[in-house]
């Protein structure tokens, strides 16, 4: 082998090397944006995923809330009933008994007196629990 020969080797040798070099340094650039752009789509996906588990979450507190709200205001309806109303449900309650004896002494009037006694019931069983509020705010 003549000189020029050898330089020529040692040349292709050398460009070679760069060659390989010039593309692992390109494909590990290429790989490392590739890696970057999945990573950021994934965490893209799992920041949604969050976000609508938060959403849900806050619409079921909020739906919660309300019906909270709504069981709050009913309670201090009943609360602000008192000592007046359920004297008058008893006073009503004594008129539907003599209401139930009247219709008791009419053959045609069983199903009125039947009547009458449940709608008696009820409004005791009302009375009692007005009773009963009555002496939970008392306490």
Not at 45 to 50: C, D, I, L, Q, W
Not at 55 to 74: G, M, P, V
Not at 119 to 139: C, F, S, V
Request: proline share 1%.
């Amino acid at each position: 082998m003549t000189a020029i020969q050898i330089c020529a080797l040692i040349a292709l040798i050398a460009l070679a090397g760069l060659l390989v070099w010039a593309g692992y340094f390109m494909g590990h650039s290429d790989g490392m944006s590739a890696g970057r752009k999945e990573r950021d789509a994934v965490q893209q996906a799992e920041s949604a995923k969050t976000i609508r588990e938060l959403r849900a979450s806050l619409e079921f507190i909020k739906a919660d809330h309300a019906n909270l709200t709504q069981f709050s205001k009913r309670l201090q309806q009943a609360l602000a009933l008192g000592e007046p109303e359920r004297q008058t449900l008893i006073d009503i309650a004594d008129k539907l008994r003599i209401a139930a004896e009247t219709f008791a002494a009419f053959r045609t009037g069983k199903k009125l007196e039947r009547e009458t006694r449940t709608l008696r019931d009820q409004a005791l069983a009302m009375a009692e629990l007005l009773q009963i509020a009555t002496e939970g705010e008392a306490a």
